[in-house]
């Protein structure tokens, strides 16, 4: 059925919003555009979302990326409703096995299907464990306004309540949602809709298994999106990085801080050719007094030292508070764990190698 609003003109759709709140139209249905349903395209890339086990009571039992797009599309007859869907079948693996290389030809083909005039909106079914980190990436270096909405599951589709199927229709109806556009790449599960930059998998076997620690931006409920926040850092249109001009990323490690600990890790990273090591630090991103001296050492080679923190349920590290950065010539991730911290200095010293503009980027992304 067609709401008042798909008859409206825009000019009369315009005067409609000038409207008090509770004077307005009622608000957009879900997957309405001017005139026809969306085109929805699916990358799948595996996950457990593509799982199957071997009876409907094994919900953590199974095999990750088995079922192929066109099953994962079948097993949703709801979807030809929301939208025009078409899948691709870009990858078949659990996402703890993707590289740069990964990253790059899915970032390849979702830039490519974004200036195609024909595809509204980008759906990647994705596995849960490294989703944080694609979403992240993507949000980065896709010069697009057109809505990009990773989804996963914790349980496979052969299980009972599976969360595939129902996270995957919501991620269609956000996809082909006008109202999703230009809010940065997004993520959909457990009916929430997450930023692609705040969301991380923060437990690893419940189906509220994605939080973000500032909050969703919203929600998603019978295929229709509720907003409530937006994003604060620059995304997609509004970053300076674009996937069309990154022909490669350095090697960029992150070292988990604990108590006892040395430089033996750090130089067996920068040994092994990183251009950066993110120190997930304990608290404010602490460095240990016996640490410093191999941190400073890697800096004069010429490495980029990166403080994160491994307490990240939200907060930020603070520069120069416990550490002189500015005289050490460190960097800080800001509020960023430290495997989105891992993703944002791949991308930036693509562009540069001067700490103060990678500093500016910490900031500003
Ligand atoms: N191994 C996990 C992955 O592919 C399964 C999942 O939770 O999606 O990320």
């Not at 099953?71 to 979807?79: D, G, S």
């Not at 940065?184 to 973000?212: W, Y």
């Not at 997609?236 to 108590?259: C, H, K, W």
Request: aromatic share 6%; proline share 5%; hydrophobic share 45%.
């Amino acid at each position: 059925m067609k709401s008042l609003l798909s008859v409206l003109s825009p000019a009369l759709l315009a005067l409609t919003l000038l409207l008090p709140p509770g004077l307005q139209a009622e608000e957009p249905a879900p997957t309405e555009t001017a005139d026809r349903l969306p085109r929805v395209v699916i990358l799948a890339t595996g996950g457990t979302i593509a799982g199957a086990g071997a009876g409907a009571a094994d919900s953590a039992t199974y095999q990750a990326a088995k079922v192929p797009v066109e099953q994962l599309l079948a097993n949703v007859p709801q979807l030809p409703a929301l939208a025009e869907v078409r899948g691709e079948q870009i990858f078949q693996i659990a996402s703890e096995s993707f590289g740069n290389e990964q990253l790059l030809a899915l970032g390849r083909r979702v830039a490519e299907l974004a200036e195609n005039p024909e595809v509204d909106g980008i759906v990647i079914t994705h596995g849960t464990d490294t989703l944080e980190e694609t979403a992240y990436f993507l949000t980065l270096v896709e010069r697009t306004d057109k809505p990009i909405v990773l989804v996963g599951s914790m349980r496979p589709g052969t299980a009972l309540s599976a969360d595939g199927p129902l996270n995957l229709y919501n991620a269609v109806a956000v996809a082909g949602n006008l109202q999703s556009r230009g809010k940065g790449v997004l993520v959909t599960l457990n009916d929430e809709i997450h930023s692609g930059r705040d969301v991380s998998k923060a437990l690893n076997i419940r189906t509220d298994a994605f939080q973000s620690p500032w909050g969703p931006l919203g929600m998603v409920v019978e295929g229709k999106s509720y907003w409530f926040r937006l994003p604060a850092k620059r995304h997609t249109l509004n970053s300076e990085f674009d996937i069309r001009q990154i022909a490669s990323l350095p090697r960029v490690d992150i070292a988990y801080a604990y108590g006892n600990l040395d430089g033996t890790a750090y130089r067996a990273f920068a040994q092994a050719g990183a251009r950066a090591i993110v120190h997930a630090g304990t608290g404010n991103g602490s460095v240990a007094a016996a640490l410093v001296p191999t941190l400073q050492a890697l800096r004069q080679e010429g490495l980029q030292i990166v403080r994160a923190s491994r307490a990240d349920r939200g907060g930020f590290v603070l520069r120069n508070a416990e550490q002189p950065d500015d005289k050490y010539d460190w960097l800080v991730a800001h509020d960023l764990n430290p495997q989105k911290a891992r993703i944002l200095a791949m991308v930036a010293l693509t562009r540069t190698q001067d700490s103060r503009e990678l500093q500016r980027i910490f900031w500003e992304y």
